[in-house]
């Protein structure tokens, strides 16, 4: 299936077939997708919790809302999406050393470069401490919609979820202490026949409505 038709055949799923589990590689698939996904200077301001026992399952229900509840539970995989409370020194140092090790930088003005231009970024976007994390969570969520086309490119069913409870999620999952703080989750799985969404036609605003070429 080609780019033209997944965008115009996936869907937020409705209900999971609880059934259908992902295999090892489909399991490393969506983790590579979550790892690779663009950011804002290449900040990666987040941690991803991939739930797929049910054990894990059972710890985030009760921060779902309840509509959502019987999606993770049947899905075979949910991703939490966190951010880091604040974007420190210590994972700006993370970031160049690793971007290092790939061999992001052939000299050390190089280096020094991209690390002065990051730093320029954040701080753009750090006057305040909320707006660092409303900064922070918008690279989430094109983690987010890069997951979402990826799975459909997977021939797997996904449903964004923002009907959850973010304090209580940050409870169950002990994020408080982990420096984090969730800000969206996903389903991902196979849909079953009570998906109702999946049998719509798909409707979207004329691209004249939204679209403006220049």
């Known amino acids: 299936m080609n780019l033209n038709d997944i965008i115009r055949t996936r869907h937020t799923s409705k209900a999971y077939d609880n059934s259908r589990k992902l295999t090892a590689d489909q399991q490393q698939q969506l983790l590579d997708l979550l790892r690779f996904s663009p950011s804002s200077v290449n900040s990666q301001p987040w941690h991803f919790f991939a739930v797929t026992s049910d054990e894990g399952k059972q710890q985030i229900l009760p921060a779902l809302m ?15 999406f966190t951010i880091k409370e604040e974007l420190n020194e210590a ?7 690793k971007e290092q090790q790939d ?4 000299s050390e003005e190089a280096r020094a470069g991209n690390d002065k231009g990051r730093r320029y970024f954040v701080g753009l976007n750090s006057e305040t401490p909320e707006q660092q994390r409303e900064w922070m969570t918008r690279q989430a969520y094109l983690a987010l919609g890069f ?30 202490e982990k420096g984090l703080k969730s800000v969206v989750v996903a ?7 009570a998906d109702f969404n999946a049998t719509l036609p798909k409707s979207r605003l004329d691209q004249d409505v939204v679209i403006t070429q220049l």
């Not at 309840?66 to 939490?80: F, I, L, P, S």
């Not at 061999?103 to 052939?106: A, E, I, K, P, T």
């Not at 069913?157 to 959850?164: R, S």
Request: net charge negative.
């Open 103 to 106: 061999g992001r930088y052939d």
């Open 187 to 193: 389903t991902i799985g196979y849909r079953s026949d």
């Open 66 to 80: 309840e509509a959502n509840q019987v999606k993770a539970q049947n899905a075979a995989m949910t991703v939490v």
């Open 147 to 176: 997951l979402l086309l990826g799975a459909a490119a997977m021939g797997l069913d996904a449903t964004p979820i923002e009907g959850f409870h973010p304090e209580k999620m940050d409870e169950v999952l002990g994020l408080k």
């Open 91 to 97: 994972h700006l140092l993370q970031l160049l050393e």
